[in-house]
């Protein structure tokens, strides 16, 4: 079983900051990606950004230049920094990642999780 735990986000105003950290813990054999994805009120889920274990980005164009993504390997967490908030950024922002668990000796399963969600709410 692999685990995602998520913090931060909350309430920002415009032109703000706010950052989010999701940890991975559980029987990991190894991370590809992690990444961030976003839910707003009737609306579905969409790719805020993603960042694979050898620090390549994919990241929407909705928030490129504004949202950063940063990984450390060492502790299987990835960050999230929210820069120039807009209203807009408002939602449910879920963790994600993507890899291999321990199964047994020398056995690991494909694995995708996602995490519980953190609410930002960004003011006018």
């Known amino acids: 079983q692999v685990h995602l735990v998520e913090s931060g986000g909350g309430l920002g105003q415009a032109g703000g900051s706010l950052s989010l950290s999701c940890a991975a813990s559980?029987?990991?054999?190894?991370?590809?990606?992690m990444g961030w994805y976003r839910q707003a009120p009737g609306k579905q889920r969409e790719l805020v950004t993603v960042?694979?274990?050898?620090?390549?980005?994919n990241v929407a164009d909705s928030v490129k230049g504004r949202f950063n993504i940063s990984r450390d390997n060492a502790k299987n967490t990835v960050y999230l920094q929210m820069n120039s908030l807009k209203p807009e950024d408002t939602a449910v922002y879920y963790c994600?990642?993507?890899?291999?668990?321990?199964?047994?000796?020398?056995?690991?399963?494909?694995?995708?999780?996602w995490g519980q969600g953190t609410l930002v709410t960004v003011s006018s």
């Open positions: 960042i694979t274990s050898d620090g390549s980005t």
């Open positions: 559980g029987r990991i054999h190894s991370l590809n990606a």
């Open positions: 994600n990642a993507r890899g291999w668990a321990i199964a047994g000796e020398n056995l690991q399963r494909s694995f995708e999780v």
